[in-house]
């Protein structure tokens, strides 16, 4: 077997995992970051930077570029489709808190884009594309990875440590035979993208907003370019039926009147999974971003999440890497489970809890919090706090 390099291998390059490279690289650490795919999907992916994620990506000088390619959201908002809003809340309230205090409407792929081009031209990070991830195994002295090119050819990599990033369907997870606990909610997911203006034919509309309804709740979210709709959808159809052009322009005729047919520019459906792994440590390899947990998108949590660990797994991992004991890498695993667990999907959960809600009396009742939430200046803010992840970010720097 060839001998241990002094590197970090990442395997995925998403967002998670092209943000640990650049903190890596920032700490002098040399890394390979593996990826399948050299071209950027630009697609129906996460859109919503919270605030303290554009603190974190402020370290890399990215925060300000995309500002420039994407949209500034000071206020968000609840809302019933007959009804109109129910409650808006104004980001403006965390100043003092973040450098952000709103939310950033721009695709996840602008950020890949910014984050590739920075590393290309790091000495420290090295980026090998259409190379494939297929096992990995490990001793004391370090990692084992086994890829494959796209020309089928086969590679041993060879590192002291590895990070996964390498999605929901992670390989590495699935080697290394860590349950992925959790559910699949029921609908399906029906995302669609137009430049139809709805900001011009729904009243006081938000750039961000979720409609509940006790027959068909959606999401509206503006983007620079596009608005997307995100619909629940019957899990007994195909994606053929799920997709077929007349029903998608029913779709969003309901949820507002167009005297023309909508132009979709892009439609996806998909599963949606409420999961996190049993464990995000095995040996000296680590669990992030999806890897490690996904959820609902209902809160635009799953990115950010992801943003999130990578910054506290690669602090940790430059400490080992200076010579502290890899037991410290334990708290990684503690703190970022428990933002999962207690944070993320705890809040996702309860959105979707709102959206879907049926009975009359029980939906007055989440409309009446939200509105007396709102009404109040500390209680609106203390929302704010949770639901921009900045209260979970800071609760976690006390656990041990």
Same mark, same amino acid.
């Given at each position: 077997?060839?001998?241990?390099? #002094?590197? +970090?291998? &990442? !395997? ?6 092209? $943000? %640990?490279?650049?903190?890596? =690289? ?96 790091? #000495?420290? +990070?090295? &980026? !090998? ?6 096992? $990995? %195994?490990?001793?004391?002295? =370090? ?96 994606? #053929? ?12 005729? %309901? ?146």
């Amino acid at each position: 077997m060839s001998k241990i390099e #002094d590197r +970090v291998i &990442i !395997v995925g390059a998403g967002p998670c995992g092209l $943000v %640990a490279a650049a903190c890596l =690289g920032k700490a002098g650490i040399r890394t390979t970051l593996i990826e399948a795919s050299r071209e950027l999907p630009k697609d129906l992916r996460a859109s919503t930077f919270h605030p303290p994620t554009l603190d974190i990506l402020d370290r890399f000088g990215v925060t300000d570029r995309l500002i420039e390619r994407g949209l500034i959201a000071p206020q968000w908002q609840f809302r019933d489709r007959r009804e109109g809003v129910v409650a808006t809340f104004e980001l403006s309230l965390l100043a003092g808190e973040t450098a952000h205090p709103y939310r950033l409407q721009c695709e996840q792929w602008k950020l890949s884009e910014e984050l590739r081009t920075i590393l290309e031209a790091d #000495d420290c +990070v090295e &980026i !090998v594309y259409e190379a494939e991830a297929v096992d $990995v %195994a490990q001793d004391d002295d =370090g990692v084992s990875l086994q890829v494959r090119r796209a020309d089928g050819s086969g590679e041993t990599m060879r590192a002291r440590y590895l990070i996964a990033t390498d999605g929901a369907r992670s390989v590495i997870r699935k080697v290394l035979d860590i349950p992925f606990e959790g559910q699949t909610i029921p609908e399906i997911f029906l995302s669609m993208s137009t430049s139809f203006p709805f900001e011009n034919h729904i009243e006081n509309l938000a750039t961000i907003a979720y409609m509940t309804d006790p027959s068909e709740w959606a999401v509206l979210l503006r983007t620079p370019t596009l608005w997307r709709v995100l619909l629940p959808t019957d899990p007994n159809l195909s994606e #053929d039926e799920i997709k077929d052009p007349a029903l998608m322009q029913r779709r969003l005729q %309901a949820v507002c009147a167009n005297p023309n047919d909508y132009d979709i520019a892009h439609a996806t459906a998909y599963k949606v999974n409420e999961r996190v792994a049993q464990r995000y440590i095995s040996g000296r390899i680590f669990l992030a971003g999806d890897a490690a947990h996904v959820n609902n998108p209902l809160g635009g949590m799953g990115m950010n999440g992801g943003i999130q660990d990578a910054v506290n797994l690669t602090e940790k991992l430059a400490e080992v890497w200076k010579g502290a004991s890899l037991d410290i890498m334990g708290r990684y695993e503690r703190q970022r489970r428990k933002a999962a667990l207690e944070a993320v999907q705890a809040q996702t959960l309860r959105n979707r809890r709102i959206m879907n809600e049926v009975d009359p009396a029980a939906r007055k009742a989440y409309h009446d919090e939200l509105r007396a939430t709102v009404a109040d200046p500390a209680a609106h803010k203390a929302y704010l706090m949770r639901s921009s992840m900045i209260e979970s970010l800071r609760e976690l720097e006390t656990i041990e």
